[in-house]
């Protein structure tokens, strides 16, 4: 239900989007084409609250807070999308929604799991820093990664779904029906956000208000799910079911800080302005790295399950995530293997089509190809 709700109040929304400037408009580094409506938060947010006011008997402080959280977010969020404010705005919104979370609702960062090797360890007066530095740190992630049409949706998609495999695993089966809530929302939304036949471009975008809601929700069912004595679930696992964001924004805040930039800056430095660069479009940059944060959550899973300590799996992400910061370190590098993977993909396509018994691409069809890959510089 959440999820027509959105696919619905998004059209509906539309007039009302072109009415009073609430668009996103090409300029600078902004490749689409038109001015496009930035009212997916809204409608995300309408849909999870009315779903969830529908599906839930009881509204718990620790929803009734994540929803006042929502609502600044989202207020910010559409005065950033109308007037463009300052960065700090929009951080000062996140910690008071992060505050909100941890004074109000009780969900918090309170012991890390034994990923240091200590499990009985909890975290004491660091528990409030630590908890506000997670939530503003995932909502800044997703915002970031919101770049290329259908990018956020689907890696925030991908996490929620794992979220609640993890929280059913773990016993946790009202977490797990709230958050598929939140998944229903999101796939409503990029129904219009992506790309299909028939349609070249996005029809309506999330906006800074989207990411920032998504970014706190994904942090309040992380801190419920890994905080949750009664269905325990390790914290590390919530870095390896969001992982292109995470790992892409602490490799750029230390790649600009060497540089002598603020991390705030703008830029074409991420994962997927060099992916985009390599050749790829917008739904296969969607489908490698939604298939990759799945596989990286299936693994991470599975390890658990085979009863890999906690710190070698922490040991792991950090290697995977100073892995890509060397690759990143000199752009050449990573296009040179983004267009290899690109080229074993499009090799495997063609071997299946001709498994399949389907023709070969035609003449067109390659000399396409051909032009976009001269046109991304690939020799």
């Known amino acids: 239900m959440a999820g027509f709700a959105t696919w619905l109040l998004v059209w509906l929304l539309k007039p009302v989007a072109f009415r009073y400037g609430l668009l996103d408009c090409p300029k600078g580094r902004k490749a689409h084409e038109a001015p496009t409506p930035v009212t997916g938060g809204l409608a995300m947010t309408l849909a999870a609250v009315a779903g969830g006011a529908i599906a839930i008997r009881t509204i718990s402080p620790e929803i009734t807070y994540l929803i006042l959280g929502m609502a600044l977010l989202l207020a910010v969020g559409l005065l950033d999308d109308l007037r463009d404010l300052r960065w700090w705005w929009r951080i000062l919104a996140q910690m008071v929604a992060a505050l909100g979370l941890y004074?109000?609702?009780?969900?918090?960062?309170?012991?890390?799991?034994?990923?240091?090797?200590?499990?009985?360890?909890?975290?004491?007066?660091?528990?409030?820093?630590?908890?506000?530095?997670?939530?503003?740190?995932?909502?800044?992630?997703?915002?970031?990664?919101?770049?290329?049409?259908?990018?956020?949706?689907?890696?925030?998609l991908a996490a929620l779904l794992m979220l609640t495999a993890a929280a059913l695993y773990a016993g946790n089966g009202e977490l797990a029906g709230e958050t598929l809530i939140l998944g229903a929302a999101v796939i409503g939304f990029l129904a219009w956000n992506f790309r299909i036949p028939g349609r070249s471009r996005a029809a309506a975008f999330m906006g800074n208000s989207g990411s920032a809601l998504l970014g706190l929700a994904i942090a309040w069912v992380c801190f419920r799910l890994t905080q949750n004595p009664g269905h325990p679930v390790s914290p590390v696992l919530a870095l390896w079911l969001l992982p292109v964001p995470v790992m892409d924004c602490l490799v750029l805040i230390v790649r600009r800080l060497r540089e002598g930039r603020s991390p705030f800056s703008a830029g074409c430095d991420h994962i997927h302005h060099c992916m985009r660069d390599a050749g790829w479009g917008p739904m296969g940059i969607c489908v490698v790295l939604g298939g990759f944060s799945l596989l990286c959550g299936l693994?991470?899973?599975?390890?658990?399950?085979?009863?890999?300590?906690?710190?070698?799996?922490?040991?792991?992400?950090?290697?995977?995530?100073?892995?890509?910061?060397?690759?990143?370190?000199?752009?050449?590098?990573?296009?040179?293997?983004?267009?290899?993977?690109?080229?074993?993909?499009?090799?495997?396509?063609?071997?299946?089509?001709?498994?399949?018994?389907?023709?070969?691409?035609?003449?067109?069809?390659?000399?396409?190809?051909?032009?976009?890959?001269?046109?991304?510089?690939?020799?």
């Open 103 to 156: 004074y109000g609702g009780g969900v918090r960062v309170e012991q890390l799991g034994g990923v240091f090797g200590f499990p009985d360890l909890t975290l004491g007066p660091l528990s409030l820093p630590l908890t506000v530095i997670a939530t503003v740190g995932l909502i800044n992630a997703i915002n970031l990664v919101d770049g290329v049409d259908g990018l956020a949706g689907t890696l925030v």
């Open 299 to 379: 693994a991470a899973g599975q390890a658990m399950r085979l009863d890999i300590p906690n710190p070698l799996l922490l040991l792991a992400w950090i290697g995977m995530a100073v892995s890509w910061y060397w690759l990143s370190l000199r752009r050449v590098r990573a296009l040179v293997i983004f267009k290899a993977l690109r080229r074993m993909l499009l090799g495997n396509v063609a071997v299946a089509r001709s498994l399949a018994g389907l023709p070969p691409a035609s003449n067109d069809d390659v000399a396409a190809e051909e032009a976009r890959i001269r046109a991304a510089g690939e020799p």
